[in-house]
């Protein structure tokens, strides 16, 4: 078994060396990935190996490795306000993700094969947004969660702008995918053992692009029943979002913009912001081959030509470890606030409002 990249300390450490390894190429993802921690998606029992670059299952339960998921959400390419389906969504954790980029107006579904996975993922998003400050720094999409065989969508569904499958998908499917993208669209998914990138450029027209060699389980066929007939897999409808939720978004948009206003409005005081603790600085690796967990077995990365000059920067990145470290070290800054948190909690409102607008979060 074996990463991309080394194994980090928290989940901080491991976005680190999802950058360092240019797994993690953009800003909008990396806030994605730095939002959510890995670990929170574990059973209690295995958080030992949430950062390490590899991937976890058990019994139904199942994570592909960091560098996975990072190059599938590079290659989504996700705006605010699209719409998302994820076949075989697993814990949510990729869906969670993908959800504080679309923002409130976009659309997140996603089909999973096992009862059992989705109250767990369900369990996961609660967890999420009612006990993460992360949460409160961006407007979320919520995903919605439907049980059952993602080759069985129904033909009267709607088409999205972005897709991704988690499992290797047989040549034959192809065609069953790409009917699920509108033109414009993207759609990620394990083919022909690559990770593949298919953009709709037209009704009848697509660009192909291999990103990365894997080898994930295939997917499981359908199981029809006794009459023959197949069971239908019915996405959510896209619906229209409540007054009620409208006035909430607008709300705490209005908040974050004051709060943003009177942290321009100190920093022009002169006010300095506190010291920032630094990281140990990460040395390059040259990676060529990785093996993973069952689903994910093998991957294998084309080697970038400036890997030859990497030695010299080792070298000379572990002299400035060295100088770091010799410096008196500097204290961690205090445990971030979440403003937005107490600026309404200091309005004047009734309470079951004021949780109302916070998500009725838990401290």
């Not at 009459?227 to 607008?250: E, F, T």
Request: overall charge negative.
């Amino acid at each position: 078994m074996g990463g991309a990249v080394s194994a980090g300390e928290d989940n901080d450490e491991l976005i680190d060396n999802l950058k360092e390894a240019q797994y993690i190429r953009t800003e909008l993802v990396e806030q994605a990935f730095r939002a959510i921690d890995r670990a929170d998606y574990y059973l209690e029992e295995f958080k030992d190996n949430a950062y390490k670059d590899l991937a976890w299952k058990h019994g139904n339960i199942h994570l592909s490795a960091p560098c996975i998921y990072s190059e599938v959400m590079e290659a989504l390419d996700l705006q605010p306000g699209l719409s998302f389906l994820n076949l075989g969504s697993g814990t949510g954790y990729l869906s969670s993700m993908v959800g504080l980029i679309l923002g409130p107006f976009g659309v997140n579904h996603g089909v999973e094969l096992h009862s059992d996975v989705i109250e767990y993922a369900k369990q996961k998003l609660d967890f999420f947004i009612k006990t993460s400050d992360s949460f409160d720094k961006f407007e979320f999409c919520e995903p919605s969660f439907v049980i059952g065989n993602c080759l069985e969508i129904s033909p009267d569904c709607t088409q999205y702008d972005r897709v991704y499958c988690g499992a290797g998908v047989q040549k034959e499917h192809e065609d069953y995918m790409k009917s699920l993208l509108k033109v414009g669209g993207i759609l990620v998914m394990p083919l022909e053992e690559k990770l593949t990138k298919i953009t709709r450029t037209g009704p009848s027209a697509w660009e192909t692009k291999k990103i990365l060699a894997v080898s994930f389980a295939p997917l499981i066929q359908p199981n029809h029943t006794d009459s023959g007939k197949s069971r239908l897999v019915h996405l959510p409808p896209v619906a229209v979002r409540s007054l009620q939720d409208l006035a909430r978004i607008a709300i705490r948009g209005t908040i974050k913009k004051i709060i943003h206003q009177e942290a321009l409005g100190r920093a022009g005081d002169g006010l300095k912001s506190p010291p920032r603790f630094k990281r140990r600085r990460l040395r390059r690796r040259r990676m060529e081959t990785i093996v993973f967990l069952d689903k994910e077995v093998f991957a294998s990365r084309i080697s970038s030509p400036s890997d030859d000059n990497n030695n010299c920067e080792d070298m000379e990145e572990e002299r400035l470890e060295e100088e770091e470290e010799s410096k008196p070290s500097e204290l961690k800054p205090d445990p971030p606030v979440n403003f937005l948190r107490e600026k309404v909690l200091s309005l004047p409102l009734p309470d079951p409002l004021k949780y109302y607008l916070l998500y009725y979060r838990e401290k």
